[in-house]
Nanobody, 123 residues
Framework: QVQLVESGGGSVQPGGSLRLSCRSS????????IAWFRQVPGKEREGVAC??????VAQHVDSVKGRFKVSRDKRTVFLQMNGLRADDTAVYYC??????????????????WGHGTQVTVSS
């Protein structure tokens, strides 16, 4: 089972940018469709963006459209986040998808969660 490692989080001011990276723990090629999720304390984890295994299909939820962009190469899946807002503050996770990349349904393969990376947007 693939284990993914997230990196690139940090603290930024509103309007700032961050680029998150997702790699396999063994730095091998990632062949799965991948989704980015985020979670804040007390709330359910929500899908933010996903990308197909080929990279041809990329989907973003409405709250991040026009600000976030998911992309990938063979070994890394990226989430470029621009125009960050306070409500983007969360722990961000990447995970392999259990099914196709769809804006309205991003389901991770059970047991595939990593440690995540914290994103804090604050003035």
């Amino acid at each position: 089972q693939v284990q993914l490692v997230e990196s690139g989080g940090g603290s930024v001011q509103p309007g700032g940018s961050l680029r998150l990276s997702c790699r396999s723990s063994r730095n091998t090629e990632i062949v799965y469709a991948i989704a980015w999720f985020r979670q804040v304390p007390g709330k359910e984890r929500e899908g933010v963006a996903c990308i197909s295994s080929s990279g041809i299909v990329a989907q973003h939820v409405d709250s991040v459209k026009g600000r976030f962009k998911v992309s990938r190469d063979k070994r890394t899946v990226f989430l470029q986040m621009n125009g960050l807002r306070a409500d983007d503050t969360a722990v961000y996770y990447c995970a392999p998808l259990n099914g196709p990349c769809r804006e309205d349904r991003m389901a991770a393969i059970p047991g595939s969660w990593g440690h995540g990376t914290q994103v804090t947007v604050s003035s």
